[in-house]
């Protein structure tokens, strides 16, 4: 539910800032402007805003090319360093969440216990185990086949996708999506199968 009186609004990307007026708290975002109802993706916020919608008002900070938005948002993250201050329900102090970066410890700590307690639907979960059911098993070690992967931008390979992460300095999670399609594959990464 959007309430329409206290929310400014842009069809061009934006960077906005969420005032919960109820406890003086912030969030502070970046949307890409195409869809008008978008409240935010953070977790605490959007658990503070289903409470108490009422309390909340959002105001544009920036308005214009999406990249520079993003870059902007970040200013504004590290530079309030949002993800260790109370006052602001931020996460991270990076636009978009972890943009594939490593998480610090405290950042992983304040996102699990954000998202204790926080039931998953039936049908989420039903999705969940059908996505791991139909997962593309051939990616698993056996006993005749070695897996290792390999990195084109830096000419190397590695034993693991942990061992790549880390000489980016990129989360493991990043670089897997980049094999999985999901994200684009800058670094030129693929698996390599060798029979034993």
């Keep these: 539910m959007v309430d329409v009186y206290n929310i400014e609004r842009s069809e061009q ?14 969030y502070v975002g970046v949307h890409n402007g195409k869809d008008k109802n978008y409240l935010g993706s953070g977790v605490l916020f959007k658990n503070a805003y289903k409470k108490r919608p009422w309390a909340f ?13 993003v870059k902007f948002e970040e200013q504004v993250l590290s530079s309030i360093d949002a993800a260790n201050n ?18 610090t410890y ?5 996102r699990s216990l954000a998202l204790k307690g926080i039931k998953k639907s039936q049908e989420a979960r039903k ?6 059911k139909q997962r593309d098993k ?8 070695t897996k290792s992967v390999y990195c084109e931008y830096i ?10 992460a880390e000489e980016l300095g990129k989360s493991t999670s990043y670089i897997s999506n980049m094999l ?6 800058i670094y030129g990464i693929k698996y390599i199968y060798d029979a034993r």
């Design 13 to 26: 990307p934006y960077v906005y800032q969420w005032t919960d007026w109820s406890n003086g708290k912030y």
């Design 155 to 164: 000419n190397k390979s590695f034993n693991s996708v942990k061992e790549l």
């Design 86 to 103: 109370d006052l602001y329900y931020n996460l991270s102090n990076s636009a978009s969440g972890c943009s594939g970066r490593k998480m």
């Design 106 to 110: 405290d950042e992983k700590l304040r």
């Design 57 to 69: 008002t959002r105001e544009l900070l920036f308005v214009g090319d999406y990249d520079k938005c």
């Design 180 to 185: 999985k399609g999901r994200k684009n594959n």
């Design 127 to 132: 999705n969940m185990s059908l996505a791991h």
């Design 138 to 145: 051939s990616t698993y070690k056996n006993g005749d086949v």
